[in-house]
């Protein structure tokens, strides 16, 4: 039976309204946060995820000593409420072809150029290593670990007037501005969403730790911006359902978790991943509506959760409450009759 999830909004735990919501329309919550706002929402009786557990600590799995982290009490805390979370699979970003991101606010991070890792071959067995390093930690609690791939885009500028002027990418502007005069939009995912990439890391892990597969979690919003961007940029051939098509013959059965959303269309720049929430009639939301029936059809037997992930500026009841209006939405498409 496939679980649904909703996206996390700040305030939520404090929000007796939005857990009364949650709890009694059995929807739970995936969060990435692993400080006391777990307990919170656990205690209130409503079920959470964890994906990208930690956020900055497990975002990259190409940054030097990635495991290190679960020696120190973070990592101990991290594993603590993965341990605890509801649902049977914990996800990760595949991730980076960098040891250093510089995190962005609406654009692809962006990668320090002194950290690119060039070598697809070493790319692909640093990130499968530690793929299956956190498949054993984590299965002592039962969970499967997921990944998920990135989005490629196609080039568009930084708008730099939305980035925090006091985080980390204000303060590196010229470095990053280089690195992408230099490398591009796509800098620092080299490999990690070519479909063949992803192929090859199950087919690692599953040679070095067979008795707990890796998954994979699809991100339809992350494979439609990539395959409008391939298109655009001559890298593939075929429309954007063909793309979709080869995504899922590269992961078989390994779909376990969906991610739905809407991406931008600027119309300019292309699309770019967004987490707008559905609104029927729209060409773009119809699109990806259509799509997500051919991905769930070929996955809903191996699937396990589907999370809601929209971004919506609402007071956390209003939001929760949009969630079930949208998680409504969502079954009446793919459970027609």
């Known amino acids: 039976m496939v679980e649904l999830y909703v ?5 939520l735990p404090q929000d007796k309204e939005a857990l009364r919501i949650l709890r009694e329309n059995n929807l739970g919550v995936e969060m990435s946060n692993i400080d006391g706002q777990v307990e919170m929402v656990k205690d209130a009786g409503v079920k959470f995820s964890s994906h990208t557990p930690g956020l900055n600590l497990t975002l990259n799995l190409a940054k030097p000593n990635f495991i290190d982290v679960f020696d120190n009490e973070q990592g101990k805390r991290l594993l603590y ?25 609406n654009y692809p991070n962006v990668p320090d150029p002194e950290t690119i890792i060039a070598n697809r071959n070493y790319l692909l067995r640093i990130i499968s290593t530690r793929l299956t390093i956190l498949a ?29 002027k006091d985080g980390e990418a204000a303060a590196n502007k010229e470095l990053i501005q280089k690195v992408i005069r230099e490398y591009g939009t796509n800098a620092g995912i080299l490999y990690v969403t070519e479909p063949n990439f992803i192929k090859e890391v199950f087919k690692k892990c599953d040679y070095y730790y067979s008795e707990s597969p890796i998954g994979f979690l699809f991100d339809v919003s992350h494979v439609f911006v990539s395959a409008d961007a391939k298109i655009h940029n001559h890298k593939f051939l075929g429309v954007i359902e063909d793309y979709f098509q080869i995504i899922l013959n590269a992961v078989g059965t390994r779909t376990k978790e969906l991610h739905l959303s809407v991406p931008n269309d600027d119309g300019k720049n292309g699309y770019s991943h967004y987490h707008h929430k559905f609104t029927p009639g729209n060409y773009l939301n119809d699109w990806i509506i259509d799509i997500t029936k051919i991905v769930f059809e ?19 009841t209003e939001h929760v409450k949009l969630m079930l209006k949208q998680a409504e939405y969502v079954i009446k498409q793919l459970n027609p009759y």
């Open 298 to 316: 070929q996955t809903k037997k191996f699937l396990q959760i589907i999370v809601l992930e929209f971004n919506t500026g609402l007071s956390p």
């Open 136 to 164: 054993d930690l984590f299965g002592n609690f039962d969970k499967q670990v997921l990944i998920e791939s990135l989005d490629y885009s196609r080039e568009r500028p930084v708008l730099w007037e939305i980035e925090p």
């Open 81 to 105: 409420v993965v341990k605890n979370s509801d649902a049977p699979v914990v996800s990760f970003h595949l991730g980076y072809s960098a040891e250093k991101i510089y995190k962005m606010a």
């Open 7 to 11: 996206s996390w909004v700040k305030g």
